[in-house]
């Protein structure tokens, strides 16, 4: 990993960030990439799901079926929103380890500094799991409206 992006002065070069920084990063962004990709397998397993209630609710045609549908799609969504906070304190954590005039303890993974940046009521209620979320929670809503 010779160069990091940084957005807003060009790129930086390994070599006036130090070898400790750059395992940080590493280690920083491998934590991130597992985040995001729990926070996807977490939204697979709730389509999936909801698809399947809406699938026996609507040849059953029952709205208790639907209704029960909600519980773990309410579920997923709170514990999605969790792995986003924790995907954003980390991005946090990243942004100052990457800046150069920044201090950082060496190889530090604690992300209590920036606990007040993004509550867990903002990364669940996002804009982005709103949509999602929401979309299946309202088709969820109107099948246990039609099936009443």
């Not at 954590?93 to 993974?109: A, N």
């Amino acid at each position: 990993m010779s160069t990091l992006d940084d957005a807003g002065s060009g790129a930086l070069h390994g070599a006036s960030l130090g070898e400790d920084r750059l395992k940080h990063l590493e280690f920083l962004q491998a934590v991130i990439t597992r985040l995001s990709n729990h926070s996807f397998l977490v939204k697979g397993w709730a389509l999936t799901l909801a698809a399947g209630f809406f699938a026996v609710s609507s040849s059953q045609q029952s709205w208790q079926v639907a209704a029960s549908g909600l519980v773990p799609l309410a579920c997923f969504w709170f514990l999605d929103g969790l792995f986003l906070r924790q995907e954003r304190l980390f991005r946090y954590l990243y942004d100052d380890v990457r800046r150069p005039g920044i201090e950082v303890e060496t190889l530090s993974m604690d992300v209590r500094p920036y606990l007040h940046r993004i509550s867990w009521f903002e990364a669940t209620f996002s804009r982005t799991l709103q949509l999602f979320y929401g979309a299946l929670l309202i088709a969820d809503g109107a099948l246990v409206a039609v099936n009443v």
